[in-house]
């Protein structure tokens, strides 16, 4: 897995590391399983909404070559920390990060993304926890999924793939709600925490035409207490944790 340093807000990848002190959403494995598993293929320009730490961002600047990859991020702190882990990044001069509402953000020159990934805000009620700034990152409160939808629309180049991860129940709604912004979904691993238990996430693809759905399945951990990856999840994985 990837190694965080004692006492230190440190995830060491394979390739790279992160620093992520001052983010109030911290690295995890829905972002790892989306910065994998998103298909970067003939993509050249990328956008992450949310980018929060860089990570994914940073993950698909190396699984894509000759791809420019920006971030977006409302939350200045986070911001200003996935900049500093960008610039730390081998991928460096491809990687940029802009401190505004994706509701808001022009990209240079009218820039138009062949692939558009998001791990967004999902829960859409409820109260906010004590860790104020934890939950609004989870809450839809500043990124409701009808803006999130606008902005992919507006951004997505002719041909173009949004990828995201969602819970099952969330994931099912959004796919209803993106057939109204002309966005269809096209492509779907359900993600199962260990066998035999209910399907937890949804890696969603989306394109702007309606296609033959391409559904599969991954789960991460294999059966019983210890901590054992399957070999599915491991091959996904391989070129980022330091174990896998």
């Not at 001052?22 to 298909?39: E, F, H, N, S, Y």
């Not at 920006?70 to 401190?99: K, T, Y």
């Not at 805000?121 to 700034?133: A, I, L, N």
């Not at 309606?210 to 070129?239: C, H, M, P």
């Amino acid at each position: 897995m990837a190694t965080k340093e004692k006492g230190t807000d440190v995830f060491r990848f394979k390739q790279f590391e992160l620093r992520q002190d001052r983010c109030p959403m911290k690295v995890g494995t829905d972002g790892i399983l989306l910065g994998a598993w998103a298909d970067v293929n003939g993509a050249r320009q990328i956008l992450d909404i949310g980018t929060g730490t860089g990570l994914i961002a940073i993950m698909l600047a190396q699984r894509a070559p000759e791809a420019v990859v920006h971030g977006v991020e409302i939350d200045e702190a986070s911001c200003e920390q996935a900049a500093e882990n960008m610039r730390a990044a081998p991928w460096s001069e491809r990687l940029s990060v802009f401190n505004q509402p994706v509701q808001e953000f022009v990209s240079d020159s009218g820039r138009q993304y062949d692939l558009i990934v998001s791990n967004p805000p999902f829960f859409t009620g409820g109260t906010f926890s004590d860790r104020e700034d934890r939950s609004r990152a989870r809450h839809t409160v500043k990124l409701p999924h009808g803006d999130l939808l606008s902005a992919v629309r507006n951004h997505l180049a002719p041909g173009g793939r949004f990828s995201l991860i969602l819970p099952y129940i969330e994931g099912l709604r959004f796919q209803e709600l993106a057939e109204g912004y002309k966005l269809y979904c096209n492509r779907i691993t359900e993600v199962y925490p260990r066998p035999g238990k209910i399907v937890e996430r949804l890696l969603m693809e989306f394109g702007q035409e309606s296609r033959e759905l391409v559904q599969d399945s991954l789960t991460i951990y294999k059966e019983g207490k210890d901590i054992n990856w399957t070999k599915e999840f491991r091959a996904l994985t391989k070129d980022f944790y330091l174990k896998a």
